[in-house]
């Protein structure tokens, strides 16, 4: 059995992680980070902390490989169809018309709808977003294309998004005419239409390194920067706002907040959701 790591071995190993992805380890989650890397180590053969930590710092691409790996395997990946439901209550009501009519003054010819999913785990978020861009009037009327890229650090969760393979349990409160519109049934799970897979752009990105992509009219990105400290949030919500056309909207996670960037974000409420509207070009 391989031995719980000693407080110089847990500093190592949660620097090294913090570094590499802004993941931030302490003495709360400090359990799980032993329990997963054990796990990881028994895998791989390796009998001491030590060992593995020298590998991991190799800075070849077989290591590279495994720091990725170990990521993948620390992150938490929960999330849902339409999860929060008042935020798709505010998409649907506030933002996507207002960011459609914007797009549609705009000097540019014929703007598309640019959305951005980053954090998006296992796919059910940017497909919410594309379902609700697809079903909505205004988008309708427009006749604007739509991009919806949708990004994550850890490659399993994003290889189960481009499958759109869920179990059927997990759409049970999906309306039934989207369920048949876009969905259908394959071995008692439940499969996105390859049509509407296709139209979501997934890839691989850690938000610690970027790149972050650019004139964006709406990014999502929920539940995700609760992992990381300060510093990462700091880094990570500035970049978010350069990414944003001017007057984009972001959203985050329900229990996050942006009160200490009210010079970047306007705070609002709508339909019951809370939204931050981007503040300057
Ligand atoms: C709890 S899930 C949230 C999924 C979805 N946004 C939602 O709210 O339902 C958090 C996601 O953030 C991803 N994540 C964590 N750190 C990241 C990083 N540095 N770069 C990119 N994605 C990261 C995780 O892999 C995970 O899939």
């Known amino acids: 059995m391989i031995k719980i790591l000693n407080d110089a071995e847990f500093q190592l190993v949660k620097d090294l992680i913090y570094n590499l992805s802004g993941l931030d380890f302490n003495h709360k989650n400090k359990l799980r980070l032993e329990y997963k890397l054990k796990e990881r180590m028994q895998q791989l053969g390796y009998a001491t902390f030590n060992e593995y930590y020298s ?28 999860r929060n439901k008042s935020h798709f209550k505010a998409l649907n009501e506030h933002v996507l018309p207002e960011v459609i009519e914007s797009n549609s003054g705009s000097f540019m010819v014929n703007p598309p709808l640019s959305i951005w999913s980053a954090g998006c785990s296992t796919g059910q ?24 890229y ?14 759109g393979i869920y179990p059927a349990k997990r759409l049970h409160n999906m309306p039934l005419n989207i369920l048949k519109k876009y969905f259908i049934e394959k ?3 439940i499969e996105i239409l390859q049509e509407y897979r296709k139209k979501v752009k997934y890839m691989y990105l850690n938000l610690k390194k970027g790149p972050f992509p650019r004139n964006l009219d709406i990014i999502f990105c929920r539940n995700v920067m609760i992992y990381f400290d300060d510093n990462m949030r700091k880094s990570v919500i500035e970049k978010l706002h350069r990414s944003l056309k ?24 709508c339909s019951g959701g809370i939204v931050y509207k981007k503040i300057g070009v």
């Open 246 to 269: 001017s007057g984009g909207y972001l959203f985050i996670g329900h229990s996050e907040s942006l009160s200490n960037f009210s010079d970047l974000f306007e705070f609002k409420i």
């Open 55 to 82: 590998f991991l710092n190799k800075r070849s691409t077989s290591s590279d490989i495994e720091i990725k790996e170990l990521l993948d395997l620390l992150t938490v990946n929960e999330t849902s169809f339409f």
């Open 187 to 189: 071995n008692g799970k």
């Open 150 to 163: 949708a990004t994550d650090i850890s490659q399993t969760s994003i290889e189960i998004a481009k499958d």
């Open 125 to 148: 978020e940017p497909y919410s977003i594309l379902i609700s861009s697809l079903e909505h009037k205004s988008f309708i009327n427009s006749g604007m294309s739509l991009q919806i």
